[in-house]
């Protein structure tokens, strides 16, 4: 049955992505080509613990690339969206849209 | 690493963003106004200082904007760029071509009708080739609607003062303060939606 395939795919899906600031970060980083700290800060609308622990999750995950840098003595933490990261968010995106068209659809 | 196509709008919006701080319109506006007010009184000090603060531009979008936006690379920004100035320096060319060449390559003594002609209507090119075509290249290749508005000022106000007879440098020296204007509220609304903001060392690592 279609709806199997549906909850099959909401099994796979992957939490680390599933996350909507996670989620929010990986959209902005996969836009861009480098962001600062601050730039998601701004966009994501996070706190700067909550911003600091979540873009650690994906770190670990290895998603993003983080690189910290002194510009002018000031400190810069510069993230990237790895390979990897990529293709987190391109599979999700595919295991999201299966799941809206085989349950909703 | 090159962008997916899937996320072009929100690369658009984030572009968009970084621009809204309205220092572009600043460094334009008083490029425009140095050169209106060198019109008026003659000291090239004034044309000098509109270029200086053109020159500052990337200082003022690292002073200003990326501590309060933060810092944001975008991939086809700098072609964006290369592309407008390509356009800019084409349109330099086609005006030069078909309004000025015409004028001095004639064989004959200018007719004094001629002559009048030039003097009342010589702003109207000049002032589309210097400032109307910039801003022209900057709305379409970097996505900038209110140029649109900047180069239409550029081109019509001084077809305007030629057609009323007001003093060359008025409508050079109008559009320099619009621009400038503008660009000082686009400025204040920034500052007040992104106050100032270091990362401090909790930072993620």
Redesign the interface.
């Known amino acids: 049955m279609p709806a199997d395939k549906g909850l099959e795919t909401i099994a796979d899906i992957n939490r680390v992505v599933h996350s909507p600031p996670r989620l929010m970060i990986l ?2 980083l ?14 994501v609308g996070l706190t ?2 909550n ?3 979540h ?2 999750t994906l ?1 670990e995950a290895g998603y993003v690339d ?1 690189q ?1 840098e002194f510009v ?1 003595k ?8 790895t ?1 990897a990261g ?1 293709n987190a968010i ?1 599979t999700y ?1 595919g295991q999201m849209r299966t799941v809206i068209d085989e349950l909703l659809g | ?1 090159s ?2 196509k ?3 709008t ?2 658009r919006k ?1 572009y968009l963003a970084y621009h809204q701080d309205g220092i572009l319109d600043l460094v334009a506006g008083s490029v425009v106004l140095g050169f209106g007010t060198f019109m008026l009184t003659d000291n090239i000090a004034f044309l000098m200082a509109g270029w200086f603060v053109m020159m500052m531009y990337v200082f003022l979008k ?1 002073r200003i904007t990326v ?9 086809s920004e700098k072609k964006a760029l290369m592309k407008s100035w390509i356009s800019v320096g084409i349109g330099v060319l086609v005006l030069l071509l078909f309004f000025l060449l015409p004028i001095f390559l004639r064989r004959e003594p200018t007719s004094p009708e001629m002559e009048a002609w030039i003097r009342r209507y010589h702003m109207v090119p000049l002032s589309t080739m210097l400032f109307g075509l910039p801003a022209l290249g900057a709305a379409i290749f970097l996505g900038l609607k209110r140029f649109y508005l900047y180069a239409l000022l550029a081109a019509g106000l001084p077809l305007l003062g030629a057609m009323l007879n007001i003093e060359t440098y008025i409508p050079i020296v109008t559009t320099g303060a619009v621009i400038i204007a503008y660009g000082a509220f686009l400025l204040a609304n920034f500052l007040k939606k ?1 106050p100032l ?9």
């Open positions: 959209a902005y996969a836009a861009v080509d480098s962001a600062d700290f601050i730039f998601l800060m701004n966009q700067r613990g911003l600091s622990s873009l650690t770190d983080i910290k002018d000031v400190p810069r933490t510069l993230i990237r969206l390979d990529r391109q995106r | 690493m962008t997916t899937e996320f072009d929100l690369k984030v690292n501590p309060r936006f933060g810092y944001v690379r975008i991939d992104y903001n270091t990362e401090g060392e909790d930072a993620s690592g």
